[in-house]
């Protein structure tokens, strides 16, 4: 009993180290769902073969998340330290495998995280280098999304003259770590700016690997696999 009763309080400890983990690395989540998947020896080893996580409304970095469902395999965490009360970190690479979807309303509040408005900042100068948010201030609106196209609104201000900006794309799968990005066009009023056919492309890097993508009315869905390093 007091062999079952120390491995209770390991498993104990370990779940709320991964949760309490889990949301420093979100600034907000409204649900989150752990299920840990070891045997005892693995566990008192640092060794977790199989962690599954479900959360809602979770916020990474900026970036608006509706759901994710997660499963990751092969853990190596330092237990020794976890259980004298210090913090859970990874000793190895982790492959994560799931889902993660946004609706539209979360990818337009994800407009204002670094991380997207330096990506779409980017897009800008490479479509329309005149534009380039270095001499402009451009403040992006919001995202609609349609059958696998992006339609992103922003105003864009030179000289104290604001001007609508929209920003019609279509967003394909060329392989699982890179995105094609066509066909394009920009237009602000009535006035087409761009208009093209021959695309642009993202390249993912190795730890990101999209095994499906989908752009439905009101939603993307990412399914596939991403590498969580120490």
């Not at 004298?84 to 690479?93: D, F, I, S, T, V």
Request: glycine fraction near 4%; proline fraction near 4%; charge should be negative.
């Amino acid at each position: 009993m007091l062999k079952k009763n120390k491995f209770r309080l390991v498993t104990n400890v370990l779940t709320a180290a991964i949760k309490l983990w889990l949301r420093t690395q979100v600034s907000h989540v409204e649900q989150l769902e752990l299920d840990i998947q070891a045997g005892d020896r693995q566990l008192l080893s640092g060794s977790i073969p199989n962690v599954s996580v479900v959360a809602k409304s979770a916020v990474y970095q900026g970036l608006h998340l509706s759901f994710v469902d997660l499963v990751a395999k092969n853990i190596r965490i330092n237990i020794g330290s976890v259980l004298k009360g210090e913090q859970l970190r990874l000793l190895e690479k982790v492959p994560v495998q799931g889902e993660l979807s946004q609706l539209e309303e979360d990818l337009s509040a994800s407009l204002s995280s670094t991380l997207l408005s330096t990506a779409l900042n980017n897009v800008l100068i490479q479509l329309l280098p005149e534009h380039s948010p270095n001499s402009k201030s451009i403040s992006w609106q919001k995202v609609t999304v349609k059958d696998n196209q992006l339609v992103i609104f922003a105003i864009i201000d030179e000289e104290n003259n604001p001007q609508p900006l929209d920003i019609c794309i279509g967003l394909n799968l060329l392989s699982p770590h890179e995105l094609r990005i066509a066909p394009i066009s920009v237009t602000s009023d009535t006035k087409t700016l761009l208009e093209s056919s021959n695309g642009e492309y993202i390249d993912l890097g190795s730890d990101v690997e999209i095994q499906e993508l989908q752009l439905i009315p009101g939603k993307v869905i990412f399914r596939g696999r991403i590498n969580v390093n120490p």
